[in-house]
Every structure is written in structure tokens, then in C-alpha cells.
């Protein structure tokens, strides 16, 4: 096996940390829920920093591409590294596919910062309830057609990553949704719809934490 860094910073140099696996599979039952702890603190919001992608530092033709290196950004942040969203942006950019939108760049960029890293399918919002209340946001991946979806910002979406922030004692998300800079801070996703949104196209979601941080998994 041979590790290269893909990073601007030639003085980074690659390091093995985790080893870590991400599959679906269709078996043709609904997933099995295990109940949640009634102790468990899930209706809260983590208070998740707020960064739009049209943000004054970023070139504007970027604006509308920049989701994923967005949301990753706002993380690192919450845990405590603000870097320039651009300065994310160049460096989690796939020159193969010429998109910033590739998942494992993502979390590779958190994992070169110092974080733990690394993609998940999250199967239901139970399952995302236990990351919350462990303190741990989620990046989440969504995507849905015209008329799929109701009480987004925007009618369709074929792809974007918005950061789940907390729930409200009702069981509606509290995002961060880049896509907006008047109303993406802390907006309420019901949770009937964010399902339909992040779980029929597969439910994936980015964890960046401290390397030495507990919580689920």
C-alpha cells in the first residue's frame, strides 16, 4: 500500500489513523431500530457555527459548488480549527472528477487537520439522535426531485450536504444549511421530510470529531 498526500502543504505527510469500511445493502426488510434510552439527550442544539457558501471570501462562481467543503468547515470549526472556507475548498477539490463535492476528500481534509474522520450510513433519525446526544454533529447528504420534499429552501436537489446540528424536543431537525445566508442558520427540517431527503438516497453522513473524542460510533 502506498499513502500520498494530496495536500498544498508539502511538510504534510500521510499518516494511517483509521481503516474504516461504509456499505449498503438491501435486505429487504425495514432496517431494525433499537429503542433509544429515555435518558438519552437528543432534544438539543450544539450551536453548531454558521457559514453560507456564498461567503465574501469565496469566488462566486464557486458559490453554488462549495456545499460539502462548507459543512466541513462549519465542523471543524465547532470543534476548533477555523480555516478559510476556501482554504478547505482547494484542498478537498477531486481534479479527476473536477467537483468538490467527493466525500472521502472531505473527511480526509478533516483527518489531515488532526480530526478523526469518516464516512457512515446513518439509517434513521433514531440512529442520528444518538450522535447528537453524544455532542456530535453530522454532515448529512440529500438529495430529492421537484415535489419529493417539502419545507426545504429550495424545491430539488440533485445533491447537497447540509450539517444536522441538534433536534428539537418534537423530533425536527436543527440544521445548518449552507445554501442560504438570510435563513440556513439553525433552520427547522421536519422530520418526515428530512427522511425522505437523506435516507432514499442512501443516508450518508461525514463524522469529524477530536481524534481522542468518545461518543457513537
Known amino acids: 500500500m502506498t499513502l500520498q498526500s494530496f495536500s498544498h502543504d508539502t511538510a504534510v505527510s500521510p499518516l494511517l489513523r483509521r481503516a474504516s469500511v ?3 445493502g438491501d435486505t429487504g426488510s425495514p432496517p431494525y431500530r433499537q429503542p433509544l434510552p429515555v435518558d438519552l439527550n437528543w432534544a438539543r442544539d450544539l450551536g453548531v457555527p454558521f457559514r453560507p457558501q456564498g461567503d465574501a471570501s469565496v469566488p462566486k462562481p464557486l458559490w453554488s459548488q462549495i456545499c460539502s467543503p462548507t459543512c466541513t468547515t462549519m465542523v471543524m470549526e465547532h470543534f476548533g480549527k477555523n480555516l478559510p472556507t476556501l482554504d478547505n475548498a482547494e484542498a478537498i477539490f477531486d481534479p479527476h472528477y ?4 467527493n466525500w472521502g476528500r472531505a473527511v480526509s481534509r478533516a483527518g489531515e487537520q488532526g480530526f478523526d474522520a469518516y464516512l457512515i450510513r446513518v439509517r434513521s433519525l433514531d440512529d442520528a439522535k444518538k450522535y447528537v446526544a453524544a455532542g456530535q454533529p453530522l ?3 440529500i438529495q430529492f426531485k421537484k415535489g419529493e420534499v417539502e ?3 429550495y424545491p430539488q436537489t440533485a445533491g447537497h450536504l ?3 446540528r441538534g433536534f428539537t424536543a418534537d423530533g425536527d431537525a436543527i ?4 445554501a442560504s445566508r438570510e435563513k440556513g442558520n439553525g433552520v427547522i427540517y421536519k422530520a418526515a421530510e428530512l427522511e425522505k431527503a437523506w435516507f432514499r438516497p442512501g443516508g450518508v453522513a461525514y463524522v469529524i470529531r477530536h481524534a481522542t473524542a468518545g461518543g457513537a460510533r
Open 22 to 24: 461504509c456499505y449498503s
Open 98 to 101: 473536477d467537483m468538490f463535492g
Open 139 to 141: 454532515i448529512a447528504s
Open 151 to 153: 419545507g426545504f429552501l
Open 162 to 164: 447540509i450539517v444536522i
Open 175 to 178: 440544521v445548518n444549511d449552507p
